[in-house]
């Protein structure tokens, strides 16, 4: 039988609603979240995203101050400005959006941000506060992962997991976190041997590795949980995910799509954050 489908549309809608009355009482209380997003340059699909985002935030009640910058803008400039906005009171998050523009170093960007402004949760900071398990802010795909994966009902106490993929903003954090739940975590990646037999053992498996389709469904085990974390798009403008859908559906239990499945998670995390940065502002946590 084919799998479940993860719907993670529906879901960042119900986690919307809430956020939006949670931010209606903080208002009451005389504080507006704010969050600053920065963007460098004229990259199209970053302009999706960052449109997406303060759309979104809109729709919840929070504030967005938008800084849109030149492809030509410089470093130094851009430092400037994160800096400004580590110091305004009024900006609860900060958002840069990725990739930079080349000459641009994106760690220092990335560590110059506030780690209580970090909504985001790129900061080594907050990476770390993650990895022993106290996290201050989780990144927000892979907040929206193990969001979904509760609301597929899977159990990870003792469940074998299988992470492709190893950055910073995806892979690491969904293995500290997978490993918080009492999973039992192999991360793969471009030089792991014999990719399909690890996956084929895993009753989980989070693809994050940004290649069209590069996982194929015959490796899926029979019943596991698939949350597909890419987002690819073909030659003919299909969007599809890391996964081959369809051939992993007949053999999974459950699995997200692409699209609809993580991306709309991802943003409704990083209103999470800002809420809770607002939250902790305000001192009601």
């Given amino acids: 039988m084919a799998a479940t489908i993860i719907d993670g549309k529906a879901l960042a809608a119900r986690i919307r609603a809430r956020i939006a009355q949670d931010v209606t009482r903080l208002c009451s209380r005389g504080v507006t979240p704010g969050l600053a997003v920065v963007l460098v340059g004229d990259d199209p699909a970053s302009q999706i995203y960052v449109r997406g985002k303060t759309r979104a935030c809109?729709?919840?009640?929070?504030?967005?101050?938008?800084?849109?910058?030149?492809?030509?803008?410089?470093?130094?400039?851009?430092?400037?400005?994160?800096?400004?906005?580590?110091?305004?009171?009024?900006?609860?998050?900060?958002?840069?959006?990725?990739?930079?523009?080349?000459?641009?170093?994106?760690?220092?960007?990335?560590?110059?941000?506030?780690?209580?402004?970090?909504?985001?949760?790129?900061?080594?900071?907050n990476l770390g506060l993650l990895m022993v398990g106290e996290p201050r802010f989780v990144a927000c795909t892979p907040f929206g992962v193990m969001k979904l994966l509760e609301e597929a009902g899977t159990e990870l106490t003792g469940a074998r997991a299988v992470v492709i993929g190893r950055s910073n903003i995806v892979g690491k954090p969904v293995a500290s976190l997978l490993l918080a739940a009492n999973a039992t975590v192999t991360v793969c990646h471009s030089k792991t041997k014999n990719l399909a037999e690890e996956v084929a053992r895993a009753d989980v498996v989070v693809a994050a590795v940004g290649r069209p389709q590069a996982i194929k469904g015959a490796w899926i085990k029979e019943g596991a949980t698939v949350i597909d974390v890419g987002t690819n798009r073909l030659d003919t403008g299909k969007l599809v995910g890391d996964v081959e859908f369809e051939a992993a559906r007949a053999r999974a239990t459950a699995i997200t799509p692409v699209p609809g499945g993580v991306g709309p998670m991802t943003i409704a995390m990083l209103l999470e954050n800002t809420l809770l940065a607002a939250t902790r502002r305000a001192r009601l946590t």
């Fill in 58 to 125: 809109a729709e919840v009640g929070v504030k967005t101050f938008d800084h849109r910058l030149g492809a030509d803008t410089s470093e130094a400039a851009l430092l400037d400005l994160v800096a400004r906005l580590n110091d305004d009171a009024n900006v609860d998050g900060i958002l840069v959006q990725l990739p930079l523009p080349a000459g641009i170093d994106e760690r220092k960007v990335l560590r110059l941000v506030d780690p209580q402004k970090d909504v985001d949760g790129f900061h080594p900071t």
